[in-house]
C-alpha cells in the first residue's frame, strides 16, 4: 500500500492561530480524505481533497475553518484556522489507491495537535 | 444518519485468550473494513470484507461480513500482548464513496 507520510506530527499552538498540515503520499492515489480524531473517540470525515478544486465539507465542516487544497494526485493540505481548544484532536491523511468506490482506505500517523 | 455500533467497548483479556467483537449498521454495507489502531499511530488496515458470507482471516485474525449485510465480525485467536489497540469497523455510507467509522473497540491483553 501508499506510504503516507504526515508533518507535523504533533503541535501545540495557541488559541487564534492557523496551522497547516501536510500530507505527501509516494505513489499516485485517486482518492484523498481528511480525518478527525477527537480524544478517545472515533474518526470523523472533514472533507474529500479534489484534485484541481475545491474540497467537498461534510456537515459540520466549512471551508473557512478548514481550507483544503490538493493541486496533485500525491500531495495535500489542511489548514486548522483561528484555532480554539476545542480543535484539540488527532487529524487523519487517508488515501483510497484503487479506481473502484469501495477500494480499502490507508491512513497517515496523524497530526496530534494541542491548543493552549 | 447511518451510525456504526461496535461491541463491547473495550474488553480486558488474559494472554492466550480467543477474542470476539463485532460491528452492526442500520442499514446494508456492500463492504466492510477492519482497522487496529495503535498509540501514536494511524488506523491500519487489518481485513476487507466484500461479500455477504464472506469470511476471511490474516493471520490470526477472522473476520466475517454478516449475512444480513447489516453487521460484521472480528475474531482473534490466542491474544499476545501487542494486539493492544483500538478496533475499527467501517463502511461506505449508502450511495457514496465515503467510509464511516464505528465506535471502537479497546482492547487490553494482560500477560
Known amino acids: 500500500s501508499a506510504v503516507i507520510s504526515q508533518k507535523p506530527s504533533r503541535d501545540i499552538c495557541q488559541r487564534g492561530t492557523s496551522l497547516t498540515i501536510q500530507c505527501q503520499v509516494d505513489s499516485q492515489v485517486t482518492m484523498m480524505f481528511w480525518y478527525r480524531q477527537q480524544p478517545g473517540q472515533s474518526l470523523t470525515l472533514i472533507a474529500t481533497a479534489n484534485q484541481g478544486s475545491e474540497a467537498t465539507y461534510e456537515s459540520g465542516f466549512v471551508i473557512d475553518k478548514f481550507p483544503i487544497s490538493r493541486p496533485n494526485l500525491t500531495f495535500s493540505t489542511l489548514t486548522v484556522s483561528n484555532m480554539s481548544p476545542e480543535d484539540s484532536s488527532i487529524y487523519l491523511c487517508?488515501?483510497?489507491?484503487?479506481?473502484?468506490?469501495?477500494?480499502?482506505?490507508?491512513f497517515g500517523d496523524g497530526t496530534r495537535l494541542s491548543i493552549l | 444518519g447511518q451510525q456504526l455500533n461496535q461491541s463491547p467497548q473495550s474488553m480486558f483479556i488474559q494472554e492466550g485468550e480467543d477474542v470476539s467483537m463485532n460491528c452492526t449498521s442500520s442499514s446494508i454495507f456492500n463492504t466492510w473494513l477492519w482497522y487496529k489502531q495503535d498509540p501514536g499511530e494511524g488506523p491500519v488496515l487489518l481485513i476487507a470484507?466484500?461479500?455477504?458470507?464472506e469470511l476471511t482471516s490474516n493471520g490470526r485474525l477472522t473476520a466475517q461480513f454478516g449475512i444480513t449485510r447489516k453487521d460484521s465480525f472480528l475474531n482473534i485467536s490466542a491474544s499476545i500482548p501487542s494486539d493492544v489497540g483500538i478496533y475499527f469497523c467501517?463502511?461506505?455510507?449508502?450511495?457514496?464513496?465515503?467510509?464511516?467509522f464505528g465506535t471502537g473497540t479497546r482492547l487490553k491483553v494482560l500477560a
Open positions: 470484507l466484500y461479500k455477504a458470507g
Open positions: 467501517a463502511g461506505p455510507t449508502s450511495g457514496t464513496y465515503k467510509y464511516i
Open positions: 487517508s488515501v483510497r489507491t484503487g479506481l473502484n468506490s469501495n477500494q480499502p482506505q490507508h
